[in-house]
């Protein structure tokens, strides 16, 4: 399986588990208050903030709570000045992760950030030290159950996705960013469930961990995003399905 849909197996393992964590709304609140701030509050103008919105009811989140953080995004609210922050580094293993912040303070969050990569065996980077290793693509996850294999290609690759591997128990739909927005309209259109979807970085090439540096990257990883301030983390980690289903259960 290649690198990204490797990567997208471990986070859904993970999403049903993770989307029970109150921190979930704090996330997709701020995401969307700074897409508002950079692209503005037209969804038309600005796909970035059509995903953020679609993530944001994917969870349930209110209608009003979503139109409160872009009113603050452009401005018609009060709020902090966040700023978006990336930070690098290598976890146990070799593993090159990437973590994306949005803050209201640059100085206290790197000394958290760099305190969780100590804490589990890796260390933070420069910027730029991991970056060439990724690429933005559109992500989108489906359940197995919700379609067959055919018409999920039939319909994502018509609709210009690049590829669609198949995991353990899910589709992974893989587009270029630019396209992202009309493959999720077909699927839609389709009524071909989608189980997660984003635009996130990933990775070019997978590093295999196993045993203790599978368990602690993976530790890693969960702490990260717990974190308040970040936002998304990707890795380049590779875990066999069976260890992984053991290690995320």
Request: with cysteine.
């Amino acid at each position: 399986m290649s690198g990204h849909s490797k990567w997208s197996s471990v986070k859904h393992k993970k999403a049903a588990r993770d989307a029970k964590r109150g921190k979930v709304f704090t996330k997709l609140i701020k995401e969307i208050t700074i897409v508002a701030r950079l692209g503005g509050g037209d969804f038309g103008a600005n796909p970035r903030l059509r995903t953020a919105v679609l993530a944001a009811k994917a969870q349930s989140m209110p209608n009003e709570n979503i139109e409160r953080a872009i009113k603050r995004g452009i401005g018609e609210l009060g709020g902090g000045q966040l700023e978006q922050v990336s930070y690098e580094g290598y976890g146990p293993g070799g593993v090159a992760i990437i973590a994306d912040v949005l803050t209201d303070n640059r100085n206290r969050v790197v000394a958290e950030i760099r305190h969780l990569f100590s804490r589990h065996g890796g260390n933070l980077g420069e910027a730029g030290c991991v970056a060439w290793m990724f690429k933005k693509k559109g992500i989108i996850t489906v359940d197995k159950s919700a379609v067959s294999e055919d018409r999920l290609l039939e319909v994502a690759l018509e609709a210009g996705a690049e590829d669609v591997s198949s995991g353990a128990d899910a589709f992974v739909v893989i587009t270029a960013p630019e396209n992202y927005t009309a493959v999720r309209k077909a699927l839609d259109d389709a009524t071909i469930p989608v189980a997660e979807g984003e635009l996130t970085l990933s990775p070019e090439n997978t590093v295999r961990v196993s045993g203790h540096d599978a368990q602690q990257v993976l530790r890693l990883i969960e702490e990260l995003e717990e974190h308040d301030e970040v936002q998304s983390v990707a890795a380049n980690l590779e875990i066999d399905d069976e260890e992984l289903a053991q290690l995320t259960a």
